[in-house]
């Protein structure tokens, strides 16, 4: 079985400080991980991914991950939050089927 | 660059209705999923198919059904709406062949139903 945890239901930054969010995940193999953002009202778009190679991701808006084998972790960072970065981020992983397991999300509220 | 549409942004529709939701994509791609999105929960799959005519359930088929008779297009059909089926909706896609292969996601449905 394979389950992705997202411990932090909200996260509140100020505009301008850095962010992380986490993601820990439970799958015997190694698994493919995504982080998507939802802005309000939208659908989900793709961040980052990772497999293999690195394991410093780069995405787009200026995102990174990292991700950590021994501690299951796959968390997404950003050195300076934008206040358009407010939005929801859901970590997913697949395992070896076409069908992922997403997290239940995290909230990101920037303060001025 | 890929485009997932879906036939209504936002639906209200009465108890007992019949509801279909529609979703396309444009970009040839093999694999098909319909979620349902509440506060809270996060995405749970309803739907997954990944050909034309071939579907499987997600983690909660009961009360939905869909329809893949088109690659570009799958349906999600309420057959008897219930207020615990106000929801947000969405569809997404992916091309087939390997997990890798991120998700493409509609901008969703946001049903009520009365």
């Known amino acids: ?112 | 660059d890929v485009k997932v549409t879906q036939s209504s942004r936002y639906l209200v529709k009465r108890t007992g209705e019949k509801v279909f939701l529609e979703c396309v994509q444009d970009m040839d791609h093999e694999n098909m999923f319909w979620y349902r999105q509440d506060p809270g929960l996060g995405l749970r799959l309803i739907y997954f198919s990944y050909d034309v005519k071939m579907k499987e359930k997600g983690d909660i088929p009961e009360g939905y059904s869909v329809s893949r008779e088109k690659k570009e297009r799958f349906s999600l059909i309420l057959e008897s709406a219930s207020t615990n089926q106000t929801s947000m909706y969405l569809c997404a896609s992916s091309l087939g062949g390997s997990p890798y292969n991120e998700q493409f996601f509609g901008p969703g449905t946001r049903l009520t139903v009365l």
């Open chain 1, 1 to 112: 079985a394979q389950s992705v945890t997202q411990p932090d239901i909200h996260i509140t930054v100020s505009e301008g400080a850095s962010l992380e969010l986490r993601c820990n995940y439970s799958y015997g193999a190694t698994p493919y991980l995504f982080w998507y953002v939802q802005s309000p009202g939208q659908g989900l778009q793709l961040l980052l991914k990772y497999f293999s190679g690195d394991t410093l991701v780069q995405g787009i808006k200026g995102f990174e991950a990292e991700f950590k084998r021994s501690q299951s972790s796959f968390n997404l960072r950003k050195p300076s939050v934008h206040w358009s970065d407010a939005a929801e981020y859901f970590c997913a992983l697949s395992g070896g089927s076409y069908i992922p397991t997403f997290g239940r999300g995290t909230s990101l509220i920037v303060h001025p």
